[in-house]
């Protein structure tokens, strides 16, 4: 049902440019009319410059050495013109580098946080339905929003200043010779079609990958934020072919874009078709209208360089499509008001509650089970000041009554009311402030205990925290932490050559030159169609297998590291998901699009110097000015590296945040605390925002600076070559031909400067890259020449261990620890929460490596074993249950062979007590458990995961609470099938409950990292008063029965 409806969703999406700024404020639209107008500027400098230059080619064409101070005079002055000119280049640029890069990081700032609070404003049932899943948040808090940022930032004022190339060439183009601009104008449709049939076909794919890779994101980020259970059922390799033929899809999809790309862009080559008629008219306007030279090569050059302007401009609209596409998604979940909606001020508030709690004949079926009715004509009083137990068997609806109260869903029928008023007619937000919700699965956050305490109440002083703290008794605990709380150059030289064909005297000579370089702009306009068609399916081709060759190895990489690594904040499953998704496509960007970008523009720069090298030799001129923009571009290139990984590192904590948040969103939910999540995401941006602020300082100034050169450029060599010229030491044509080499491979080095960005933050990103490829794992799972055991007795010794959790190195949980486990014996560990139980499962998994002593299976040190050979033989069941977006089959076989068949997962399931209940599902065993098995309940979930480990059939049994999220009754069968299993096996059981361990062949009483009893049930409690152990069960004694724990 989810499916469908995300589904029908994204087909009901249209495209519109406006998403991408609909997060601008006042300010943003002041930096944005000025970047315009920058923009703008930018692109018409260089019609300017055409028109200027016409005057210099006519007096150029037309110099005769009788007048060389008349001749001199008008170079001059059209020279000063042009240093005017680049002054005003320098402003424009300063202007469009300044406002766009300013106002992107401003408005992706404000999209990330507009998005997460949208996302933590929805209710329940939108993440049980599937519509948005905790990777799919993920990658719109990251790649999206990036996405968006680099379009406004860099692409948008492109676009502009291509935009504004084409009109005002076109302006200029009339404004010197109208019939032949009349001429060549219709061909612009020619140039406009490809683009739009670019841009639509670029908008759909790049929905339809997006959506590909979310299937993969989500096999990445429930593996990573489960990766106990993942390593504990040696999943890894099952895991990686998922993610891989997840990703294979989308490379597919990779490939029609490229080779889509190659053909639109391949399209443009028109333009040369275009100046191969341009010339042919232009030399009949010379012969027989009296047109000047130079004015109808530059009307010819204005139709051509705004051809290449527009052709360049529609190049971004696979950036434009990109981003509307991203836009629509934040927008959607932005726009979208939920039935039960936390935000809204609408309701009663009550003066005084007493809480009387009262449901009548309530009907509710979970929105992803509409089938399956979980409360029929329920009706239930609960009296003020009165604690009310519920039970009964699992799926029975006892969680279902706390989250219809909490209003995570509102019933089908009959009404839940609270001193007599409906909930739904009470102020949401106010009636869950007046509940406090502790769940079966504990969620806390990332951040210090007393910011996880003050969710509870966000105005809470710190007495008050502390009390809250001593009346869950954790105070004492929390005390010992160590913080406490607290383009080309041969088309240039055709045209520098057709120049001086205009000036010939000779009309015959003139035809016969005109035919010859006619044809040559022709068989460059088939040229370019076969060109970029290769260029971009084969660097496509590159960048998408590089792309998945990436994330598949960083993805296999990580899943070697050891969980100490997992533990560290910025190690989180939101962080390292943002990265797999968002370093590979910046790889992707650099390779398919930027490289052979930097490409083009190194051969451009390669045959141009071939040309004019002799040249420059002759004239004795060295020109440095295409080095001083280089190193103008390299210098701000290196500024903006510099810059970029603060950039990263918010991103990081945002996606941090933001998969915490959806992941606990029900302790969110119940505690109103959106506002204290969004207040953490404005912290975690504050710094890099004010980065960006200088970075702003720096694009605007390297850009002014790279185009102001070339403008300046342009008029020293009309100056000096006019010098040479009167001087006899060059011919016309000679300069004319070398001066627009100059000018096209100084264009093309000025382009450059749109790469500047992508590859500062490609080159921050292929280090981002390494960082994880190059790591070494301190726990290697895979080590080839260690031991691989056939066979597993199961005789565990823990000897002299000290060791404390790599997070938390100064505090020693174990110091000179030892404890022996026989094999094919049961062993229970007890003691007091922080005592060291679970510390011993992580050890014996090879979690974590002690620091000192060692740890032992079958007499050999656990280090010399191979570990996913070792862990094979080893099944555990945690106290939180981990089940993945898959089938409850798929659950199951989770970590067994391929070839396990239907009767061995059928009898796994009846000795977990899972089978019944399974059977009674509409899907049965091909139901889906949903994102984290959110579709089934806490009991039904823990017995998936025990027929699991069952299934697995080890020689070491790893229990971790196995059973405390089991009724009584399902409690005892699940526990009768437990000691079954463990029957021969070596069995280590992790209990609160002290029922479930006593017929346990050992029993072990930890207290402050040490072992202070160890015997059977009858000989511990025989010490009397005396013990720990029979303390423990005294403490877990009914005050009607003696003899029989408390559950």
Known sequence: MGRKESGDVMKNRKGSIRTIFMHADSVDLWLMALGFLGSMGDGISTPLVLFISSRLMNNIGGASISLAESFQRNINRNAVAMLYLACGSFVAC???????????????????????KAVLRQDVVYFDLHVTSTSEVITSVSNDSLVIQDVISEKVPNFLMNASMFMGSYIAAFLLLWRQAIVGFPFIVLLVIPGLMYGRTLMGQARKIREEYNQAGTIAEQALSSIRTVYAFVGESKTIAAFSTALERSVKLGLRQGLAKGLAIGSNGIVFAIWSFMAYYGSRMVMYHGAQGGTVFVVGAAVAVGGLALGSGLSNLKYFSEATSAGERIIEVIKRVPKIDSDSMDGEILENVTGNVEFKHVKFAYPSRPESIILKDFCLEIPPGKTVALVGGSGSGKSTVIALLERFYDPLGGEILLDGVAIDKLQLKWVRSQMGLVSQEPALFATSIKENILFGKEDATTEEVVEAAKASNVHNFICQLPQGYDT???????????????????????KDKIRIYSLCFLGLAVFSLLINIIQHYNFAYMGEYLTKRIREKMFSKILTFEVGWFDQDENSSGAICSRLAKDANMVRSLVGDRIALLLQTFSAVAVACTRISHRMETCRRPDCCPADR????????????????????????????????????????????????????????????????????????????????????????????????????????ALLETFMMLVSTGRVIADARSMNSDLAKGLDTVGSVFAVLDRYTKIDPDDPESYQPEKVIGRVEIRNVDFAYPARPDLMIFKGFSISIKAGKSTALVGQSGSGKSTIIGLIERFYDPLNGKVKIDGRDIKSFQLRSLRKHIALVSQEPTLFAGTIRENMTYGSSDKVDETEIIEAARLANAHDFIAGLKEGYETLCGDRGVQLSGGQKQRIAIARAILKNPAVLLLDEATSALDSQSEKVVQDALERVMVGRTSVVVAHRLSTIQNCDTIAVLDKGKVVEKGTHSSLLAKGPSGAYYSLISLQRTPTDSSRPHN
């Not at 202007?95 to 990330?112: F, N, P, S, V």
């Not at 080309?488 to 003139?510: C, R, W």
């Not at 500024?639 to 904590?653: D, H, N, P, T």
Request: with cysteine; net charge positive; aromatic share 12%.
């Open 488 to 510: 080309q150059p041969i088309y240039a030289f055709s045209m520098g050559s057709t120049i001086s064909v205009f000036f010939l005297k000779n009309h015959d000579e003139m």
């Open 630 to 733: 280089h190193s103008l571009l390299y210098t701000r290139s290196v500024l903006i590296k510099s810059m970029s990984s603060k950039a990263i590192k918010a991103q990081e904590e945002s996606c941090k945040l933001a998969a915490e948040a959806v992941i606990n969103l029900r302790t969110v939910t119940a505690f109103s605390s959106q506002d204290r999540i969004l207040k953490m995401l404005e912290k975690a941006q504050e710094r890099p925002r004010q980065e960006s602020t200088r970075q702003s300082w720096y694009a605007g100034i390297g850009l002014g600076a790279s185009q102001g050169i070339t403008t300046v450029t342009w008029a020293f060599d009309f100056w000096y070559g006019s010098r040479l010229l009167s001087k006899g030491h060059i011919t016309s044509k």
């Open 94 to 116: 300063f202007l469009e580098g300044y406002c766009w890069t300013r106002t992107g990081e401003r408005q992706a700032a404000r999209m990330r946080a507009r998005y997460l």
